[in-house]
């Protein structure tokens, strides 16, 4: 990614913690099956597999504000053991985004983390003016994620 500094205005930096009540296998299963995303994460309208080993797929996602993004992850690591998820982004979004799920006291803490610089032209221009909006939505759309993976996981964690 170039780290020049004109593109740095379209560049954004996300953090997110999700403390759940299950099991840390449970959790890491959920958030590796992006497939899935579409049947419990509202702002994850649309999934489809790009390869047959899982490897790469496309999203559509769309949260508050009145714009889709559409954005194809491929895979990085993917690492059961060390609770780690991490995906390489392009497409409207281009940069990389991870998962670390850990156990935390009785919970489990997955916390993500994602760096892209918006690729879309109408978004690259309102990048400035329209961070705080940028962010908010960002924010919006994972606090409603972590709600519904947590609504999941209590009604059907055998499914997960």
Not at 73 to 98: K, M, N
Request: aromatic letters at 8%; glycine letters at 6%; proline letters at 8%.
């Amino acid at each position: 990614m170039d780290r020049s500094p004109r593109r740095r205005p379209s560049r954004f930096r996300f953090r997110s913690v999700w403390d759940l009540d299950a099991p840390p296998a449970v959790v890491y299963r959920a958030l590796e099956r992006a497939a899935d995303y579409p049947l419990w994460w509202p702002q994850v309208r649309r999934f489809e597999s790009g390869d047959a080993d899982g490897r790469t797929g496309t999203a559509v996602i769309r949260s508050v504000l009145p714009y889709a993004l559409r954005v194809t992850a491929t895979e990085l690591l993917r690492d059961p053991a060390g609770g780690v998820l991490e995906v390489a982004l392009s497409g409207d979004l281009e940069g990389w985004a991870r998962w670390t799920v850990r156990p935390r006291g009785t919970r489990t803490r997955a916390l993500y983390e994602q760096e892209a610089e918006v690729r879309r032209p109408l978004l690259r221009r309102l990048a400035v003016p329209g961070r705080p909006l940028f962010r908010l939505n960002h924010t919006l759309m994972m606090r409603a994620g972590q709600r519904a993976l947590a609504a999941r996981l209590e009604a059907q964690p055998e499914a997960v």
